[in-house]
């Protein structure tokens, strides 16, 4: 799994804020970027904690995958 869609699982499943959840989801599909989300004062925190997360590599890497063929949107 690439860390754009690794970070995005863990920012989705580490909070209940639909905001937050929305922004995993967009950058999944990349409508937004790491560099905009550390910019954004309100998911900073967040965005740390995943990036730690993703370096110790404690990812399910089937749960992963079931995540991003959920919420990717593939265009045709």
Do not use: P
């Amino acid at each position: 799994m690439d860390k754009i869609t690794c970070i995005s699982y863990l920012l989705y499943h580490s909070s209940k804020n639909q905001d937050i959840r929305e922004k995993a989801i967009q950058l999944l599909n990349g409508d937004l970027s790491i560099r905009d989300l550390k910019r954004n004062v309100s998911i900073q925190a967040q965005l740390v904690v995943a990036e730690s997360l993703l370096r110790k590599n404690n990812l399910d890497k089937n749960l992963v995958q079931q995540f991003a063929e959920e919420f990717m949107n593939v265009e045709v």
